[in-house]
């Protein structure tokens, strides 16, 4: 991960794989098999949760999820 900038307040999944040139701001969740190319941003409150390949470069932003469930919206909280 040569020339990566990642925020100290970011978490990344060690099995993740971030590209060369990569700014990754404050807040961010990376998880595992998330794959980002070069010179990809992503601003603050970004979540990537799913297998994901991203090609270079690719601006993510803020507040931005990839997660692994779309919601229910007909769910209105009655018992299952």
Request: net charge negative; hydrophobic share 35%.
């Given at each position: 991960?040569?020339?990566?900038?990642?925020?100290?307040?970011?978490?990344?999944?060690?099995?993740a794989e971030i590209g060369a040139g990569t700014i990754i701001g404050?807040?961010?969740?990376?998880?595992?098999e998330v794959m980002l190319g070069e010179n990809c941003f992503l601003e603050h409150h970004v979540t990537l949760c799913v297998p994901l390949h991203a090609a270079a470069p690719r601006k993510y932003h803020l507040y931005r999820c990839a997660d692994q469930e779309e919601p229910d919206l007909k769910d209105q909280g009655e018992p299952t």
């Amino acid at each position: 991960m040569s020339d990566v900038q990642i925020h100290p307040s970011t978490l990344v999944d060690p099995s993740a794989e971030i590209g060369a040139g990569t700014i990754i701001g404050p807040y961010c969740v990376i998880a595992p098999e998330v794959m980002l190319g070069e010179n990809c941003f992503l601003e603050h409150h970004v979540t990537l949760c799913v297998p994901l390949h991203a090609a270079a470069p690719r601006k993510y932003h803020l507040y931005r999820c990839a997660d692994q469930e779309e919601p229910d919206l007909k769910d209105q909280g009655e018992p299952t």
